[in-house]
């Protein structure tokens, strides 16, 4: 399908490209991190590893199972990575010019389930459940 192999190719380019900027510009990362997670320059480092990972395994065409699991570890990273985002929307739109405001930090909120959803489906993951 069309679509599908569209968006594990979007996904694929967003998560490495993502991955790439996680390990060679980490001060945007670390700064929206929570304070309750330990050692944020390591997370942010561990983070782009984990997308570059996720990124080669839903790229490649051969193995089924890989690219479900890389499914299944990108869709779980977007949840766990979910509360910096969340904490990044908090801390700029208390800010007094409200930072990058709504129109950013709305469409990021709904965003992250729909990318969640995307690399379940794309990758076949969601085969077992339909």
């Not at 998560?15 to 790439?20: E, L, N």
């Not at 320059?41 to 790229?59: D, N, R, S, Y």
């Not at 930072?99 to 690399?119: E, S």
Request: proline share 8%; glycine share 8%; with cysteine.
């Amino acid at each position: 399908m069309l679509v599908k192999r569209l968006t594990r190719y979007f996904l694929t380019v967003a998560y490495f490209g993502a991955g790439i900027l996680h390990l060679v510009k980490p001060a945007p990362f670390v700064t929206i991190t929570p304070h309750w997670v330990p050692d944020a320059p390591l997370v942010i480092t561990l983070t782009g590893l984990a997308e570059l990972a996720g990124a080669v395994g839903l790229a490649q065409p051969w193995s089924p199972r890989l690219r479900m699991a890389a499914g299944w570890g990108l869709a779980a990273y977007a949840l766990c990575v979910w509360p910096a985002n969340i904490n990044h929307m908090m801390m700029d739109l208390a800010r007094p010019d409200h930072g990058l405001g709504w129109a950013y930090h709305g469409p990021r909120m709904i965003a992250q389930p729909v990318l969640i959803w995307a690399a379940l489906w794309c990758s076949g993951a969601l085969k077992r459940f339909q």
